[in-house]
Nanobody, 121 residues
Framework: QLEESGGGLVQPGGSLRLSCAQS????????IGWFRQAPGKEREEISC????????YFVDSIKERFTMSRDDVENTGYLQMTSLKPEDTAVYFC????????????????WGQGTQVTVSS
């Protein structure tokens, strides 16, 4: 089971840290992915962290502003978001799987319910 937290309303330029907590089995064996779905748009994969901690960012607009990490002791993945913009407004989801981050054709096995991030003044 996955549960996201940390979303909310923030002003442009602000920061949020999202958490993705896995329960039931150790996350250390899994890659963790972050996704977002903006209103009226398809869900997009924004980043992935491998079991070994290597991070790949798939969306150019977040590369200098978002940082993904993991804490296997806490069984949790994180997405630190800074310099937030209105276009970052979306529901953010995390997922885990045994997959490699480079294997984008493989579907993620486990999903959280999502957390809303709204960037507005």
């Amino acid at each position: 089971q996955l549960e996201e937290s940390g979303g909310g309303l923030v002003q442009p330029g602000g920061s949020l840290r999202l958490s993705c907590a896995q329960s039931g089995f150790p996350v250390e064996h899994f890659a963790i992915g972050w996704f977002r779905q903006a209103p009226g748009k398809e869900r997009e994969e924004i980043s992935c962290i491998s079991k070994s901690g290597d991070v790949t960012y798939f969306v150019d607009s977040i590369k200098e502003r978002f940082t993904m990490s993991r804490d296997d002791v806490e069984n949790t993945g994180y997405l630190q978001m800074t310099s937030l913009k209105p276009e970052d407004t979306a529901v953010y989801f995390c997922a885990t799987d045994f997959k490699l981050c480079s294997d984008r054709s493989r579907k993620w096995a486990y999903w959280g319910q999502g957390t809303q991030v709204t960037v507005s003044s």
